[in-house]
């Protein structure tokens, strides 16, 4: 059974900075493209950030490009995210994902697992 848990959301004020983690199980990590995705209240999952098994292809919304950074240590099983100049509008529910494809892609659709989520609010 595959798992992906993530971990280290939380209140932060606007400019500050959190790392959130996503512990894989239950499948070859090391394998798959990753990706987190986010969801505000009253709006659609927006794609984050992706990156491949490897860690040598990411990917970025604009929104969050040049403060975001996305790794992977596939022998811990696990993706993290470091977001870094927090603004107000990065408040919501931040979920993992793994793809079904080796493909870095953006599309919702793509990823076949995913994480029961973690909530980020930035307070202004």
């Known amino acids: 059974q595959v798992q992906l848990v993530e971990s280290g959301g939380g209140l932060v004020q606007a400019g500050g900075s959190l790392r959130l983690s996503c512990a894989a199980s239950?499948?070859?990590?090391?394998?798959?493209?990753t990706g987190w995705f986010r969801q505000a209240p009253g709006k659609e999952h927006e794609f984050v950030t992706a990156?491949?098994?490897?860690?040598?292809?990411?990917h970025y919304a604009d929104s969050v490009k040049g403060r975001f950074t996305i790794s992977r240590d596939n022998a811990k099983n696990t993706v993290y995210l470091q977001m870094n100049s927090l603004k107000p509008e990065d408040t919501a529910v931040y979920y993992c994902a793994v793809a079904g494809i080796t493909t870095v892609v953006t599309a919702r659709g793509f990823y076949k697992y995913w994480g029961q989520g973690t909530q980020v609010t930035v307070s202004s």
């Open positions: 990156i491949s098994w490897s860690g040598g292809i990411i």
């Open positions: 239950g499948l070859t990590f090391s394998r798959y493209v």
